[in-house]
């Protein structure tokens, strides 16, 4: 077995051992974890949670707030278990080994979260690693990701994930009916260039309208770097606010 790398994640705020051949978390994971807003006590699941960046930035964004990670994946989960010891948050994160579509949260929860595989048809991953198969293809649907996570939310609670923005069609479509006051945060690289991510949140139950907010741009016009904003977000020092 290949020895864990170690990173930091969110400005330092969090140390991560990573697998050095399987899914490296990033800008996806950063940006999921600034949307989660927990109160104090509040309690949150997230599906799929790998070696758990946005987990654990999540719970260092939301002190307070008690937080699963649901991970299939054995070498993935105990990478995660790890972590949460490294980055002392054994008192308010737990590990469960387990199917997150399957599981079962008692009481319902106040947020679920995640960054689901962004494929569902295997003649379109192309995974460099057979590692990242697992974290980029999506057996079940998006669909029952979705769906799932509604079902593990109390009424009021709130869905939150990011995807890309193609699959916006199907993000929407499980939602209907279930969910409102959607938030969908399109993420563009340049400024005016397509947005390639969207970050949705949704409450369950609500009626309210869906909002369309202004596009988080990553980079200035020219060059690799982050803009201002995009910089403060990866390292802790920022939120979106997708709900007010």
């Not at 460099?128 to 999506?138: I, L």
């Amino acid at each position: 077995m290949s020895t864990p790398v170690l990173n930091a994640f969110l400005g330092g705020k969090i140390q991560l051992h990573q697998a050095p051949d399987g899914y490296r978390a990033g800008l996806d994971a950063a940006l999921l974890a600034a949307a989660i807003h927990l109160k104090p006590g509040a309690r949150a699941a997230e599906f799929g949670c790998g070696a758990g960046a946005a987990l654990l930035g999540a719970a260092v964004l939301n002190p307070g707030a008690r937080l699963t990670g649901l991970e299939r994946d054995g070498g993935a989960a105990a990478l995660a278990r790890s972590n949460t010891d490294l980055n002392a948050l054994t008192d308010r994160v737990e590990i469960v080994e387990a199917d997150a579509l399957a599981w079962r949260a008692d009481p319902p929860l106040d947020a679920v979260f995640f960054n689901p595989p962004f494929f569902d048809d295997p003649k379109a991953l192309r995974a460099p690693k057979a590692g990242k198969t697992g974290a980029w293809m999506n057996e079940a649907g998006l669909a029952a990701w979705i769906e799932a996570g509604l079902r593990r939310l109390k009424e009021g609670g709130v869905l939150t994930l990011v995807h890309r923005a193609d699959a916006l069609p199907a993000i929407l479509a499980p939602l209907e009916g279930r969910a409102g006051d959607i938030a969908v945060l399109p993420v563009q690289g340049r400024d005016g260039a397509p947005a390639k991510r969207v970050i949705v949140a949704a409450r369950k139950v609500s009626k309210a309208p869906l909002r369309l907010l202004a596009p988080l741009v990553l980079h200035p016009d020219a060059g690799s770097a982050y803009t201002s904003r995009a910089q403060a977000l990866l390292k802790g020092e920022a939120r979106l606010a997708l709900h007010p």
